[in-house]
């Protein structure tokens, strides 16, 4: 299961965290942009570049502290088709260093359409009987609140090509409570759509006993976190909300299971941005700041595992 893969990598390196790959130009040091532009113009054609210059620095200097990137779609399609290269690119470098790549696309439509953003990101295009992977990544965020109708062609792709997804159940920002909260017959809706997530999944159990459909559950509400990890023990957890968004260590703990897997968190800014918050960093050393907040967060999370 494509789940394993990512299990088993986390405990290669003891870290279950996730790089959140969603750069913005101003992210970007100086020094990079000026010389994609300098090349290409100030154009998308040079953001891109300058994006795919950073992303690739900072996978150098992770894939063997983190072991994988999440790297947010909407932040390359922001500079077109050239943003949207950089999205491929960055999948397939990140690969080339042993790091599982989940893509946040958070897609969500049914029937024929459903299968088309399943193609693009986790399976394979025909071209004149030719299957060319679009994207490639190993896992993809999925919003489930469509129903089966919505998943199902997901799941058919993680069967045949060995890959997974993470459904929106209780994310982690401030008004997640206005639906998600809700309740039908007693249970709030988050907790419904973890059990979809369950069944969904019941087909595809891995080694490690977690399926290939996993739930994505915020770090800031850990009351409710802690309960949806008793109640789906068979739901590995994408964790979103630690550090900029206000979660904490200690609170992510209830994430895990008894053997200190189930979970994976996922921090983006403090990683992609440590450069601009320590003292006296030259912007030249960003990626080995971004190695240092990794190994931070690494140790933060595990002293509470």
């Known amino acids: 299961m494509s789940l394993d893969r990512l299990i088993k990598r986390i405990d290669e390196l003891k870290n279950p965290s996730v790089a959140g790959l969603d750069p913005r130009l101003e992210y970007v040091p100086r020094f990079i942009q000026d010389a994609c532009f300098l090349e290409y113009g100030r154009t998308l054609e040079g953001a891109a570049a300058a994006l795919l210059a950073f992303?690739?620095?900072?996978?150098?200097?992770?894939?063997?502290?983190?072991?994988?990137?999440?790297?947010?779609?909407a932040y390359y399609e922001m500079y077109g088709w050239?943003?949207?290269?950089?999205?491929?690119?960055?999948?397939?470098?990140?690969?080339?260093k042993g790091m599982f790549v989940m893509t946040d696309g958070k897609r969500n439509d049914i029937g024929a359409t459903m299968t088309a953003?399943?193609?693009a990101h986790l399976g394979k295009t025909d071209v004149d009987g030719i299957s060319l992977d679009a994207f490639g990544a190993d896992a993809l965020t999925v919003n489930g609140?469509?129903?089966t109708d919505g998943i199902q062609p997901l799941l058919d792709m993680c069967v045949q090509y060995d890959k997974g997804i993470f459904v929106l159940a209780k994310t982690s920002n401030p008004s997640s409570g206005e639906l998600q909260?809700?309740?039908?017959?007693?249970?709030?809706?988050?907790?419904?759509m973890g059990e979809m997530c369950e069944n969904w999944g019941a087909d595809q159990i891995g080694a490690y006993g977690y399926s290939s459909v996993g739930a994505v559950v915020g770090a800031t509400y850990p009351e409710q976190l802690a309960a949806l990890r008793k109640k789906l023990p068979h739901t590995m957890f994408l964790v979103p909300g630690y550090?900029?968004?206000?979660?904490?260590a200690q609170g992510v703990a209830g994430a895990f299971d008894a053997n200190g897997r189930g979970a994976v968190v996922n921090s983006s800014r403090a990683i992609?941005?440590?450069?601009?918050?320590?003292?006296?960093?030259?912007?030249?050393?960003?990626?080995?700041?971004a190695r240092r907040e990794a190994i931070r967060m690494r140790d933060d999370i595990t002293a509470y595992l």
């Open 55 to 73: 992303n690739k620095a900072l996978i150098d200097a992770l894939y063997d502290v983190v072991p994988a990137i999440k790297p947010q779609a």
């Open 82 to 96: 050239q943003g949207v290269r950089t999205l491929a690119e960055t999948i397939c470098y990140a690969q080339e």
């Open 117 to 119: 953003y399943a193609t």
């Open 145 to 147: 609140y469509l129903g």
């Open 181 to 192: 909260d809700r309740e039908i017959d007693g249970k709030p809706v988050y907790e419904i």
């Open 243 to 248: 550090g900029a968004q206000g979660g904490g």
């Open 272 to 289: 992609m941005c440590a450069w601009k918050k320590e003292p006296d960093c030259l912007e030249t050393d960003f990626a080995q700041a």
